[in-house]
């Protein structure tokens, strides 16, 4: 088996380069490997393409090393090749989508992740892109905007990105105009202060969006918080942080949640959603589940 590992060197607070390169040399077992350092999103998942392209017969791993962007695309630069999987080295800023499985220790353990054991998941197409984790936006997307903008910044950047993007989006992202279907279903009445749509459980760090999200059913997670005033916001926080938001009675006039295969959100001009931390910008968004369509390998704890 060939080993390849996408290192974003910008991920989280500085580049992990080093720290796989380190990794490697203590592993044990002598691999064929290289190293990726693409430039860019989109190098990043042409270089996976055009290795796949090259070598359809070579069983390939590829090794997300970085935050839930690049493991983003290196699962969308793998999809619809059956010879390729995909593991996370996990070092950086944001690893929402490995907490389905396991804590971020276990993903930075090299042996393993290279040792772990396959299994299928759901990957979503949102457009022409794709995403594994998440596809959410309202107040969500006007926190990634700003967090686009201010990561890199000395003293804002790292760790504080977050919660001033949340601080931030609470001043001024409360309220966002679209309409959700879900499988058909209207789901809302043109408006609503956050949406998620979901394979994964967690979102911005800590918030368990999906408790009841399963990433192999072919099932799209769908949560909507409807408009709500700021008190009442900060009343949510808490069970939506912790994932109770779902089974608490006192919120039922502000939640929506469904399952659903496809989803189709209608919004106006400016309109954008966030693509596992990514901005997507467009009037009409449709997201469908593509069931069990990527092999991740998840470590053995």
Not at 2 to 20: D, M, Q, R
Not at 41 to 57: C, G, M, R, T, V
Not at 225 to 252: A, C, E, W
């Amino acid at each position: 088996m060939k080993h390849i590992f996408i290192v974003n060197t910008v991920a989280g607070e500085h580049s992990c380069l080093n720290e796989v390169k380190d990794a490697i040399a203590r592993e044990n077992e002598v691999i064929d490997y290289e190293i990726f350092t693409p430039n860019s999103a989109k190098d990043n998942i042409s270089q996976i393409k055009d290795y796949l392209e090259a070598h359809p017969d070579e069983e390939v791993r590829f090794y997300a090393c970085g935050g839930d962007g690049t493991i983003n695309k290196v699962a969308s630069g793998i999809y619809g090749y059956p010879n390729a999987s995909m593991a996370v080295l996990a070092y950086g800023s944001g690893n929402d989508y490995i907490k389905y499985f396991a804590d971020l220790q276990t993903f930075r353990d090299v042996e393993k992740v290279m040792h772990g054991t396959e299994t299928k998941v759901d990957i979503m197409r949102v457009n022409d892109r794709y995403a594994l984790n998440a596809t959410h936006f309202g107040l969500d997307s006007a926190v990634a905007k700003t967090m686009n903008k201010i990561r890199r910044y000395p003293i804002i950047g790292g760790k504080m990105c977050y919660p001033i993007a949340v601080f931030k989006a609470f001043l001024t992202g409360m309220r966002t105009r679209c309409t959700i279907y879900a499988d058909g279903e209207k789901l809302n009445d043109g408006k609503i202060c956050l949406c998620t749509i979901a394979n994964g459980k967690y979102v911005g760090g800590s918030y368990k969006c999906a408790p009841r999200s399963s990433n192999e059913d072919g099932l799209l997670e769908v949560c909507i918080i409807k408009p709500v005033s700021r008190i009442q916001f900060m009343r949510l926080k808490k069970s939506y942080t912790n994932g109770t938001h779902l089974d608490n009675p006192k919120f039922n006039k502000y939640v929506v949640y469904r399952q659903a295969r496809q989803v189709v959100i209608e919004g106006g001009k400016g309109f954008c959603v966030s693509i596992d931390g990514e901005i997507l910008r467009d009037e009409k968004i449709v997201v469908e589940n593509n069931q069990q369509a990527i092999r991740f390998i998840v470590p053995n704890s």
